[in-house]
T-cell receptor, first 114, second 119 residues
Framework: AQKVTQAQTEISVVEKEDVTLDCVYE???????LFWYKQPPSGELVFLIR??????QNEISGRYSWNFQKSTSSFNFTITASQVVDSAVYFC???????????FGKGTKLSVKP | DTAVSQTPKYLVTQMGNDKSIKCEQN?????MYWYKQDSKKFLKIMFS???????INETVPNRFSPKSPDKAHLNLHINSLELGDSAVYFC??????????????????FGNGTRLTVT
């Protein structure tokens, strides 16, 4: 079975703190893709990053970085120097479907206070 | 310029009514999806269509009927609405083409969601 677990339901930090959102996945596929989406209070789903199972290099994009570790089946997301605008629900997802659909974790609500 | 557009954005209706949500994508994608996001924010796939053909039909009550007049449109019709249908419904699309290797690398492009409230 394919599954994505985001154990942290809610996280609250103060602006400028670093924060890491955890994601653990399960799949029997040898080739798979992992994604992170952001859902701000306005409700839309915004694609942040895609990572394939063969590429374990960490990725950095501005204040965002992602740590993919196949050995622990984890794909964690770190925001450095958090800002109030980072407040959102963040979803980790796995491309587990036979037709390209995504299997989502339950999301982590991040609140960044000024 | 909107890639995936859903209408309406908000829908408030009474139990027992029938309603439809429309979705259109201008990305030229072959596959479209409907996802449901419940009050706890959990996102779950409902349906998937590939070039007007139903591909995925999760355990969704048959009061929900998707209709795809062409590959750019996937509408969701709901009969006899119930309180438990209240949720946000997201339409999405991806370039996956039936018969071709699954484009699992492609992120889904989501619409902005339709918040359905059944009273």
């Amino acid at each position: 079975a394919q599954k994505v677990t985001q154990a942290q339901t809610e996280i609250s930090v103060v602006e400028k703190e670093d924060v890491t959102l955890d994601c653990v996945y399960e799949t029997r596929d040898t080739t798979y893709y992992l994604f992170w989406y952001k859902q701000p209070p306005s409700g839309e789903l915004v694609f942040l990053i895609r990572r394939n199972s063969f590429d374990e290099q960490n990725e950095i994009s501005g204040r965002y970085s992602w740590n993919f570790q196949k050995s622990t089946s984890s794909f964690n997301f770190t925001i450095t120097a958090s800002q109030v605008v980072d407040s959102a629900v963040y979803f980790c997802a796995l491309s587990g479907g036979s037709q390209g659909n995504l299997i989502f974790g339950k999301g982590t609500k991040l609140s960044v206070k000024p | 310029d909107t890639a995936v557009s859903q209408t309406p954005k908000y829908l408030v209706t009474q139990m027992g009514n029938d309603k439809s949500i429309k979705c259109e994508q201008n990305l030229g994608h072959d596959t479209m999806y409907w996802y449901k996001q419940d009050s706890k924010k959990f996102l779950k796939i409902m349906f998937s269509y590939n070039n007007k053909e139903l591909i995925i039909n999760e355990t969704v009550p048959n009061r929900f009927s998707p209709k795809s007049p062409d590959k750019a449109h996937l509408n969701l019709h709901i009969n006899s609405l119930e309180l438990g249908d209240s949720a946000v419904y997201f339409c999405a699309s991806s370039p996956h083409r039936l018969g071709s290797p699954v484009r699992r690398d492609s992120p889904l492009h989501f619409g902005n969601g339709t918040r359905l409230t059944v009273t």
